[in-house]
């Protein structure tokens, strides 16, 4: 069973307007939450990592926040661009392990003008 | 600067055949690992390796090797190509553990592999 569950599965939306991203997770304990984006036919590339002990952190027009109570994190793009266009993945670490990284399967965005 | 490349990035073959998709990086991380990404999945780890001559199976090992004779390469080579290896395969590698928060991997920009 996915640990990571992420939604929506796709998204369009008009260049200019905000969206949410979801990310819900069971893995447990937690170590930590880090959220990459995916443009398409290139590999990933880290946005921002969440600890255990933060609740929001900002990079540029992205905004993560975390609830490791309810295991629910959000990536929030402000003033959309129509280079956000690109699948963005949540990947969630186990806490004491080396390699153990659960991947969600991404949000897929379309930026439109 | 440094970076992480993989080649080739497209690539056809047929059943049976033997692949090997390679890469390079030149940060000198120590770590290194190969994932698949296909439709209706998230990226599964393939396989890893955390130095030279270290190699370990990830989640998803059956019908790939690696070798690791260096730090900067992490060759993937599927002994016997079947179309369920039909895929977009990335390497990554990171300076960390990337389990520590310190730990961002980064991705090569990926090998598109088609078996028919």
């Known amino acids: 069973k996915n640990q990571v569950e992420q939604s929506p599965q796709s998204l369009i939306i008009l260049e200019g307007k905000n969206c949410t991203l979801q990310c819900n997770y069971t893995v447990s304990p937690f170590s930590n939450l880090r959220w990459y984006k995916q443009d398409t036919g290139r590999g990933p590339v880290s946005l921002t990592i969440?600890?255990?002990?933060?609740n929001t952190k900002s990079n540029g027009r992205y905004t993560a926040t975390l609830d490791a109570d309810t295991k629910q994190s959000s990536l929030h793009i402000t003033a959309s661009q129509l280079s956000d266009s690109a699948s963005y993945i949540c990947v969630v670490t186990l806490a004491n392990s080396g390699y153990a990284l659960n991947f969600g399967k991404g949000t897929s965005l379309l930026v439109t003008p | 600067d440094a970076e992480i490349t993989q080649s080739p990035r497209h690539k056809i073959t047929e059943t049976g055949r033997q692949v090997t998709l390679a890469c390079h990086q030149t940060w000198n991380h120590n770590n290194m690992f190969w994932y698949r990404q296909d439709l209706g999945h998230g990226l599964r780890l393939i396989h890893y390796?955390?130095?030279?001559?270290?190699?370990n199976k990830g989640e998803v090992s059956d019908g790939y090797s690696v070798s690791r004779s260096n730090t900067e390469d992490l060759p993937l080579t599927l002994e016997s190509a079947a179309s369920s290896q039909t895929s977009v395969y990335f390497c990554?590698?990171?300076?960390?553990?990337?389990?520590?928060?310190?730990?961002?991997?980064?991705f090569g920009e990926g090998s598109r592999l088609t078996v028919l």
């Open positions: 390796s955390y130095g030279v001559q270290d190699t």
């Open positions: 990554a590698s990171s300076e960390r553990y990337p389990g520590l928060n310190t730990g961002e991997l980064f």
């Open positions: 969440m600890t255990f002990s933060e």
